[in-house]
Nanobody, 117 residues
């Protein structure tokens, strides 16, 4: 079965760090662009970070300097390291893999991140 499986969500206090991970099942990550999205209650899903298969990274302004996206194609894993977390970072986070060679696209199941004192 082709899928992405997420892990690493939880509840932390403001200023703390958290790392989300996503592992592929049934396909290789080569030639896939990887993105992390998030969706807060009552808001639209937004992209927060992206890493192309070339290694080029892009970040939303709201997380730039605090979040780091990475990938390990050999291990079929991707991660999002989040530091200096703020209450406004509270959301369900989703990993996404989109092929640069076909229309294939996969989503993780989502993991809750709550930042609260």
């Amino acid at each position: 079965q082709l899928q992405l499986v997420e892990s690493g969500g939880g509840t932390v206090q403001p200023g703390e760090s958290l790392t989300l991970s996503c592992t592929t099942s049934g396909f290789d990550l080569y030639h896939y662009a990887i993105m992390w999205f998030r969706q807060a209650p009552g808001k639209e899903r937004e992209g927060v970070a992206k890493i192309f298969y070339t290694g080029t990274r892009n970040y939303a302004d709201s997380v730039k300097g605090r979040f780091t996206i990475s990938r390990n194609d050999a291990k079929k894993q991707m991660s999002l390291h989040m530091s200096s977390l703020k209450p406004e970072d509270t959301a369900v986070y989703y990993c996404n893999a989109k092929s640069s060679r076909s229309s294939d696209e996969f989503w993780g199941q989502g993991t809750q991140v709550t930042v609260s004192s």
